[in-house]
């Protein structure tokens, strides 16, 4: 469902990826690693459409269509959702009016009437206890005053509304703890299915005993350079990245 | 230009709706000001000898005014004699029922979306209609009569009150108080006037429409509420007028008095004219707004929308006079293109244990200018006396200013004074968070408004809360990109 053929991609005139591949099929999950400043962030800001990063090169293709052409809003109609590392608070809006302002944008962009009240409770009612999301957070504003594991969650919460095709996490293990960090990963899990794709985005290995992944990649200078299964990210794990960049020279 | 700076341009630069013209025959004064037009507006409205000795002072001491430079706001010199001071529609007669008035002007009132019959019938709103110098029409007259309630046009009530008129006309803003008082105390022609007696709810909103039509008409209307003890009432105000290239004149007095155990709630969705995208005309308003809480435990509430105006100048205030009386004011003011507003309040505690609650929001689109000012005063005999305020700004783009004034003098120890500011911008993330959630940057501004100013738009009675998040729409429709 996803494509990406040399992909190069630079900020502020610095290059950053610099002739990226990478082919994610339905029903699969793909773990990108790599060490601090190799790309991995970029990768998921350029999918995800956000302005300040150049495309200078190479394709990108998801569900046949060129995504680089597409606004950020027709990306996420589309299917695509970005979990993100830093998650934005905006005050005075409540995040239940926010994710439903989401779901029936999403539904409008797909030619799909905006849910009934009632459906909409269900929904969120079920997804809630998915990512076991307190109650009281939906009439909070979205994401002011909460802990760094509730915004997290949050996102989480917010892809299983939105049910996307494919799912970016970007390092949302970061600063949880390991009680969060379960509950994110069963969310995921439970999510998962033949139709849709994960693009797991880390630093450690640990998120990766709860989130199986088929593939893992290892992203070094703006280039993936070696693609493995899970047992790749335990060696990591234990050797650290050095042996990878000692390899390619 | 990036998206977010299309989307704050596209936000800006929406149209006005309300800038049409009714072709109505008016009886017009000639052009400027002298004792002439003076006593000419006194006879045209059969006022008492009293009230033209009023305005004959005012007029004498505004001539001797200087004109107020304090403000941050820039514009041309007014010329006070190139205004017509009177002018109404004809054919003018007394209206005993809406089928007499003219139906140019029902035309037009339809179009601002006030029907005045079976809507009005319905939602249970008493509407006074002021269009350029007159009251046009008052729903539910007599209705209200039957608790007592006075509620029409400022000229019937000098008419048939003018008992009560004489009594409060002036002891909330004086003549004195400042320039545009002043002239208004001199020219005004008509406005609404409200009386509630002692111990009466008043059961439906008080509402009070206010056009300017004519070219080159200044409207200078005088709105007096008087509360009487452990009386109730809330009471709405809204403001059109044409799109013209020249700048009109809006300078109001509005005056409220709230006696032991009452409560006045008043409320504004100002959309005067703003002007167009490059800044031409647009209606100059200036305003003075204050209410005594002269009772014990009174009460008096500002809320206020302000999106309109090329040039607003407002500060609703209170006088806090009896004892454990509460003022409060929620303000959210919206300037885009090349509008400015400095805007705010005065809290005045007198009496002791006295508080009062400053909430204002400011957003500041294109190439606007929005400025808070606001005073706190203790007097020395406020014993407790608590203020809080929270004054936030909200910049759309990187071409507009947000400025805040605060003052405060405390004279009383046992006072305690909280004071919250805060600035922020309409950031990248949060329009890139909304846009990867499938949300479009102009629903994601409109959200993110909304969200910053829920806090006073939670004070606004329902159906007008409504038309307020609709007028934050279409005030910033084109601003954002």
Redesign the interface.
């Known amino acids: 469902m996803l494509k990406i053929k040399g992909l190069k991609a630079s900020i502020n005139g610095k290059a950053i990826l610099k002739g990226l591949n990478l082919e994610v099929k339905p029903g699969e999950v793909h773990a990108i690693m790599g060490p601090n400043g190799s790309g991995k962030s970029t990768l998921a800001s350029v999918l ?5 990063y150049e495309v200078t090169g190479g394709s990108v293709t998801f569900r046949g269509k060129d995504l680089l052409d597409l ?3 027709a ?3 589309e299917g695509l ?2 979990a ?1 590392q830093y ?2 608070e ?4 409540s995040n239940i ?3 439903k ?2 779901v029936n ?2 539904r409008e ?1 797909n030619k799909m009437p905006p849910l009934e009240t009632k459906e909409f409770m269900k929904l969120l009612k079920d997804k809630q206890a998915l990512v076991e999301l307190d109650g009281k957070l939906a009439n909070r ?2 994401n002011e005053g909460f802990s760094g594991g509730e915004k997290k969650r949050n996102e989480i919460f ?1 892809m299983a509304m ?1 049910n996307p095709v494919l799912g970016i996490l970007d390092e949302t293990d970061s600063g949880l703890d390991i009680d969060a960090l379960r509950i994110v990963a069963n969310g995921v899990n439970q999510l998962k299915n033949k139709n849709n794709a994960f693009v797991v985005i880390t630093h450690y290995q640990r998120l990766l005993d709860y989130i199986v992944p088929d593939f893992v990649h290892v992203l070094y200078d703006g280039k993936i350079v070696k693609t493995g299964d899970k047992k790749l990210a335990l060696e990591l794990e234990k050797k650290g990245y050095d042996w990878i960049t000692k390899e390619l020279v | 230009m990036s998206d977010s700076e299309k989307a704050i341009k596209d936000a800006t630069t929406g149209e006005y709706k309300y800038g049409f013209v009714t072709d109505v025959e008016s009886d017009k004064a000639p052009k400027g000001l002298t004792e002439d037009t003076i006593r000419l507006i006194s006879s045209k409205k059969n006022e008492p000898e009293w009230l033209l000795e009023f305005r004959l002072k005012a007029f004498k001491l505004w001539k001797e005014m200087p004109l107020p430079t304090w403000a941050h706001i820039h514009y041309p010199e007014i010329n006070f004699q190139e205004i017509v001071y009177y002018s109404a529609p004809k054919p003018k007669k007394v209206l005993n029922s809406l089928d007499e008035v003219d139906p140019e002007v029902l035309k037009t009132f339809n179009k601002l979306g006030i029907p005045l019959e079976e809507q009005k019938l319905l939602s249970g709103v008493a509407v006074d209609i002021v269009m350029d110098s007159v009251s046009v029409k008052t729903t539910y007259k007599e209705k209200l009569m039957e608790l007592g309630i006075i509620f029409g046009s400022f000229s019937d009530a000098v008419q048939h009150h003018p008992e009560l008129v004489k009594k409060y006309l002036g002891s909330v803003v004086p003549m004195t108080d400042n320039y545009y008082a002043a002239l208004n105390s001199a020219v005004f022609t008509d406005g609404s006037f409200c009386y509630i007696p002692k111990g009466v709810r008043c059961p439906m909103e008080l509402s009070t429409y206010f056009r300017i039509n004519e070219a080159n008409t200044g409207q200078f209307e005088r709105t007096l509420i008087v509360a009487e003890d452990s009386s109730y009432v809330s009471y709405l105000e809204g403001c059109t007028a044409p799109q013209r290239d020249e700048n009109q004149l809006h300078a109001a007095v509005v005056e409220l008095i709230a006696l032991d155990n009452a409560e006045i709630k008043y409320s504004t969705v100002q959309n005067w004219y703003p002007g167009d995208s490059k800044g031409r005309g647009g209606i100059y308003n200036f305003v003075t707004k204050r209410g005594i809480c002269a009772g014990v435990n009174s009460k008096i509430s500002w809320t206020q929308v302000e999106t309109g105006s090329a040039i607003t100048w407002k500060y609703p205030s209170c006088i806090l006079k009896g004892d454990n009386s509460v003022g409060e004011f929620y303000s959210v003011a919206v300037t885009n293109n090349f509008q400015q507003a400095d805007t705010g309040t005065k809290m005045i505690h007198i009496g002791k244990n006295t508080k009062s609650t400053i909430i204002s929001k400011g957003i500041s689109a294109g190439k606007s200018n929005n400025s808070y000012r606001g005073l706190v005063k203790i007097n020395k005999g406020a014993e407790k006396a608590r203020n809080f305020s929270q004054c936030d700004s909200l910049l759309l783009g990187d071409k507009c200013g947000a400025h805040t004034y605060p003052y405060i003098e405390c004279n009383n120890k046992s006072a305690k004074i909280e004071h919250e500011a805060t600035t922020s911008k309409i950031g990248e993330d949060q329009l890139f968070y909304c846009n990867q959630r499938g949300i479009k940057t102009e629903k994601a501004i409109s959200l993110i408004v909304n969200g910053f100013c829920k806090n006073v738009m939670d004070n606004l009675p329902m159906e007008f809360a409504v038309e307020a998040k609709k007028l934050l729409e279409i005030s910033l429709e084109g601003s954002v990109g």
């Open positions: 995800a459409g956000k302005e300040e606004s950020p809003e990306r996420a109609g959702f970005m993100f998650p934005v905006i005050p005075g809006v009016n926010f994710i302002t989401a944008e999403v962009y504003s979205l917010q939105l």
